[in-house]
């Protein structure tokens, strides 16, 4: 029998990057939020001193159990869909923060062609181009729409990088919040050799901070140390942005948002237009 406990105006499922930050948006202007997470809570301190590669990069340790629970998949609608039991590029997340903690940061905005493949394809060489049954699509906004929200983001994160940059990518209304990272003398050695055969070598925008910054939120961060343990890893500096250092401490702060870890939804109330609500299990209880 499931017990139905008090209702709440928002509910949101998994606090990974999408979660966090709408729980935070939403609690700073004052909505009531309950986030559940199926997986465990996170803290920087659960990374001091701890590189261990055994325990995260090879037995994925900060990932989904897919021996317990996983996805199921399938090529065609036509198969059966089956488990996946073993981890390939996909690497699902569970606990706070979800993949944002174990992400490399790497943090490249769309290109402003992304958003209009369909009709940029079509403008450059013709309908026939496309061959039939392709499912191209323009996404219906555009890069100069989406921009405030990178914009935003950037901000909110720290992100660090070149305004010397891929002479493709849209225009900025503000500089990139943080320098660069540091160069190594194989970048240099690879700046030069790409420069002089006439390419435009850049430094990537990345979410590991290049230096001490404070965000538009009030959150300050310490700058990266060059671990070099960043995917698959947390960052025990904070130095990676991720959700648990940058926007799940101001949902928190603002009174308005309760989490709840170890519990994992098993269904969408809904009538069909509208959901109502959610069933979940707390997963060390039952
Ligand atoms: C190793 C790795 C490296 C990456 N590197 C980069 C990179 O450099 N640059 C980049 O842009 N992207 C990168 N990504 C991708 C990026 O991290 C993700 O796209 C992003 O973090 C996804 O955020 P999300 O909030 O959509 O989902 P998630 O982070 O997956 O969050 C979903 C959350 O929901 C929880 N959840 C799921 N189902 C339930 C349920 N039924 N009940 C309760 N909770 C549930 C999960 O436990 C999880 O915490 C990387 C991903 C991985 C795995
Ligand atoms: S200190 Fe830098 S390299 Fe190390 S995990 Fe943190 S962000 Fe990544």
């Known amino acids: ?41 996170r803290s920087t301190q659960d990374y001091y001193m701890v590189h ?3 325990r995260y990069a090879l037995r994925y340790d900060l990932m989904q159990n897919l021996s317990r629970e996983t996805v199921t998949f399938r090529n065609n609608e036509k198969i059966t869909a089956v488990p996946m039991r073993e981890y390939g590029s996909f690497l699902l997340s569970e606990g706070l923060g ?15 062609y992304d958003f209009e493949i369909y009709s940029k394809t079509v403008e450059r060489y013709g309908k026939k181009k ?16 989406l921009e405030p929200y990178f914009d935003k983001f950037e901000k909110l994160a ?23 990272m540091v160069k190594t003398p194989v970048i240099k050695l690879f700046e030069d050799a790409t420069k002089k055969l006439g390419y435009h070598p850049y430094m990537m925008p990345s979410a590991n901070l290049s230096e001490q910054y404070t965000n538009p939120d009030g959150i300050t961060r310490a700058a990266c140390q060059y671990c070099g343990f960043c995917e698959r890893f947390g960052c025990e500096y904070g130095a990676k942005a991720d959700p648990v250092v940058t926007i799940l401490p101001i949902a928190q702060k603002s009174g308005n948002f309760e989490l709840r870890s170890y519990s994992n939804v098993i269904q969408i109330l809904h009538d069909g237009k509208k959901a109502s609500g959610v069933v979940y299990v707390n997963t060390v209880t039952g």
Do not use: C
Request: glycine share 16%.
């Open 98 to 112: 979800g993949a944002g903690v174990h992400w490399n940061g790497q943090t490249f905005r769309f290109l402003p």
């Open 130 to 145: 496309i061959p039939d049954g392709m499912t191209l699509q323009d996404w219906g906004i555009t890069y100069d729409q």
């Open 158 to 180: 720290g992100i660090s990088g070149d305004q010397e940059q891929n002479p493709l990518v849209g225009k900025r209304s503000s500089p990139f919040p943080t320098k660069p």
């Open 52 to 54: 261990d590669e055994l």
């Open 1 to 41: 029998m499931a017990t139905k406990v008090p209702k709440v105006p928002v509910v949101i499922v998994g606090m990974g990057w999408v979660g966090g930050i709408i729980a935070a948006e939403l609690t700073k202007q004052g909505t009531k939020v309950v986030g559940l997470e199926r997986g465990k809570p």
